[in-house]
């Protein structure tokens, strides 16, 4: 009988733990940005939790290489670090994303605004260079955070130029992006700009409290995945070669080694130039046994 009512107490007694435990919720995570509970937010945010949940977690997971990249890059660099999701935004993380208007890349960016940050030639656009077009976008919107001391502001302009973003702002009389955007001074596509960038860091960094599932890139103690996602060597050309051929010649996948040097538009190197040949980590000296062979002059990067 003693027996019987100690496992009786114990059952109980662990019942009684799990519902208290099935009652605890996630600690709601502040995203440090104003604005999180307007109603184009939340309705955006309620899109993400329901009918766009699937499509949400897939894009997140799919560009998962990108966002730890980026991530690691913001905590550098010290930048908010909901601008992880702000490529989400602008080409769902897809690096070879091109818009009806010719915004290009992962970053979306304008052939006539790279000038100083990206290449851009009839051989290279290295707005599709998922690393090189991360460097150029963060340092665009850093630039614009120190031009207007506000981060929405910073980010809406990163969308409709900081030109109209200036010219808004002295319209207004006000630099407050809420203010510009509910009163009609900044483009409809701008004002849209910001709170899908917010729903999207809301869900995705509150999933759990949210009580849905979505991908973090991080391990069981919260940390950021370790990946070598931006990590390779390079080797210097100075002739044209084929990407294909190099590929070929080198016995690797020609996708994988297309897609490290995706800014090659025509898949070969510009002639008569230096150019920096992104390579596997360890490969560097057979590719140079391998260029030298085909009789091309090549050097590696100290």
């Known amino acids: 009988m003693f027996k019987l009512k100690k496992r009786l107490f114990i059952s109980l007694f662990l019942f009684a733990c799990s519902l208290s435990f099935s009652e605890i ?8 940005f104003s604005g999180i509970n307007k109603p184009q937010v939340a309705q955006l945010r309620k899109k993400y939790l329901t009918s766009h949940k699937d499509w949400l977690y897939n894009v997140l997971d799919d560009g998962e290489c990108y966002r730890i990249y980026i991530r690691n890059e913001l905590e550098k660099r010290k930048m ?40 851009y030639n ?10 090189k077009s991360t460097h150029a976008a963060l340092t665009k919107l850093n630039d614009n955070y120190k031009m207007f001391g506000d981060w929405l502001i910073a980010i809406a302009a990163y969308n409709c130029g900081a030109g109209a973003m200036k010219k808004a702002i002295k319209k207004a009389g006000k630099k407050d992006f809420w203010y510009l955007s509910e009163h009609g001074y900044i483009s409809e596509q701008a004002s849209s700009y910001v709170p899908k ?15 849905v599932k979505m991908p973090t890139a991080r391990a069981w103690n919260g940390k950021t995945l370790e990946t070598r996602a931006g990590i390779y060597e390079y080797v210097y050309v100075k002739s044209s070669i084929s990407l294909r051929r190099l590929a070929s010649e080198l016995r690797i996948d020609e996708k994988m080694f297309l897609d490290m ?42």
Do not use: C, H
């Open 25 to 32: 919720t996630a600690e709601y995570k502040n995203l440090g």
């Open 80 to 119: 908010p670090a909901i601008l992880e999701y702000l490529p989400l935004v602008e080409s769902n993380y897809n690096p070879y994303a091109k818009s009806r208007s010719g915004a290009t890349g992962l970053w979306q960016f304008m052939s006539n605004s790279v000038q100083g940050l990206l290449t």
């Open 122 to 131: 009839e051989y290279v656009d290295e707005r599709l260079d998922p690393w």
């Open 197 to 211: 960038l917010l729903a999207v860091a809301d869900v995705a960094e509150n999933a759990e409290y949210y009580g």
């Open 261 to 302: 040097n995706s800014a090659l538009v025509k898949g070969v190197t510009p002639p008569n130039k230096q150019y920096a040949i992104r390579v596997p980590e360890g490969m560097k000296d057979f590719v140079l046994y391998t260029l030298n062979e085909l009789g091309v002059f090549a050097i590696k990067q100290n």
